[in-house]
C-alpha cells in the first residue's frame, strides 16, 4: 500500500504546485549537475509525490529537497548498504509503494549501484520509470568539441598505472569518442596515462560543469598536463572526453618515423615501438626495426 498520506507539493520562487498522484513503482530521477534551477518540472513532482527518495548522500540530495520545499523522507542507498536494505525496498514496492531514486548528480545508474535494484525489479514484475535529465559524460561531450556521433562511456580508470594503461591500451583501438569519470586526486597520473598510450588524440578535460567555476582545457593529454602545470590541485567532479582515433594506417612513412623519432625521445626502441603499434595499428615487429634505424642514425 501507499506510505503518502499528506497532499505532496513543491515550490518554486514562492510559488506552491500541487504534485499529482504517482504510480507505485521505482521512479528512477535525474537531478542537476551543480546548478539546482537545472531540475525539470516533472522531476520535482515525482520527487514531492514519492513515499521514499532513495540517494547515495542525504546531505547532498536535502539541498535540492530544501530549495524546492519538498518534505519527502530521504533514505541513504548506496554501495555500503544497498545489499542488505535491498529486500526491504522490493517488499516495499511489491506492497505498491512508489519510490524514487536519485544519485548525487546527473542521471541515476551511471556508475552507482542502482542497476543492481532495477534488476531486481524487472525479475519481480515491479514497474520502473524514468525522469530523463542531466548527465555529466553526455554534458562533457557536448562542451568538449570533440565528435558526438559514435560514443563509449567507459566509467572511472584504474587507480593502479598498469591495470590503467592496460584499459587505456584496449579503449585506444575503439573507433569511438571515449568518456570517462576521474577523480581530481587523479588526474594527472590519468593524463599521463592517456599520453604515454594515445599520444597525441584529442582530449578535453571538464570539470565543476554547469556550476560557478565550470572549466573545459582543450588539447591533447601532454598539453593539458602542461596547463595544470603549477597550477593548485583541481577540486570537483571531473570528466575526460578523448576523441576518436584518426586514420592512424594510412600515415606516410614521413609522419611515421617523425612519431616514432618523438618517442625515442623518452622511450627506448622497444617500448617506443610498442606504443606506435597499438596508436596505429602497425605491426611492432616493423616499427621496432624502424626505431632501431632511426636510432643508428638511418632513416
Excluded: W
Amino acid at each position: 500500500m501507499r506510505i503518502q498520506t499528506t497532499s505532496p507539493t513543491y515550490t518554486i520562487q514562492d510559488h506552491e504546485f500541487q504534485a499529482p498522484a504517482l504510480t507505485a513503482g521505482l521512479h528512477l530521477v535525474a537531478t542537476p549537475l551543480g546548478n539546482l534551477a537545472d531540475v525539470s518540472l516533472r522531476s520535482l513532482a515525482v520527487l514531492a509525490a514519492a513515499d521514499i527518495v532513495l540517494c547515495e548522500d542525504t546531505r547532498i540530495t536535502s539541498r535540492l529537497l530544501q530549495r524546492y520545499s519538498i518534505g519527502t523522507r530521504l533514505k541513504p542507498y548506496h554501495d555500503h548498504n544497498a545489499a542488505s536494505i535491498r529486500p526491504m525496498l522490493l517488499e516495499q514496492l511489491g506492497a505498491g509503494a512508489a519510490i524514487a531514486l536519485v544519485s548525487d548528480a546527473g542521471m541515476p545508474m551511471v556508475s552507482d549501484p542502482g542497476y543492481k535494484l532495477v534488476r531486481d525489479c524487472v525479475e519481480h514484475d515491479i514497474a520502473v520509470d524514468v525522469v530523463p535529465g542531466p548527465t555529466a559524460p553526455v554534458t562533457a561531450l557536448a562542451l568538449s568539441g570533440l565528435p558526438s556521433d559514435r560514443f563509449l562511456f567507459a566509467g572511472f580508470l584504474s587507480a593502479k598505472q598498469g591495470a590503467r594503461q592496460r584499459q587505456l591500451q584496449e579503449l585506444s583501438k575503439i573507433p569511438a569518442t571515449l568518456l570517462l569519470f576521474e577523480s581530481a586526486t587523479r588526474i594527472v597520473s590519468s593524463l599521463k596515462s592517456i599520453a604515454e598510450v594515445m599520444g597525441t588524440r584529442p582530449v578535453a578535460v571538464a570539470r565543476e560543469m554547469t556550476k560557478l567555476h565550470q572549466e573545459v582545457l582543450r588539447g591533447d593529454a601532454a598539453g593539458i598536463l602542461a596547463q595544470l602545470s603549477g597550477r593548485p590541485a583541481l577540486k570537483g567532479e571531473i570528466s575526460i572526453v578523448i576523441g576518436p582515433p584518426e586514420g592512424e594506417g594510412d600515415l606516410s612513412d614521413e609522419d611515421l618515423c617523425a612519431r616514432l623519432s618523438d618517442l625515442l625521445r623518452d622511450h627506448p626502441a622497444s617500448k617506443a615501438a610498442t606504443i606506435l603499434a597499438k596508436q596505429t595499428g602497425r605491426p611492432k615487429a616493423a616499427l621496432y626495426d624502424l626505431a632501431v634505424s632511426l636510432k643508428n642514425g638511418g632513416a
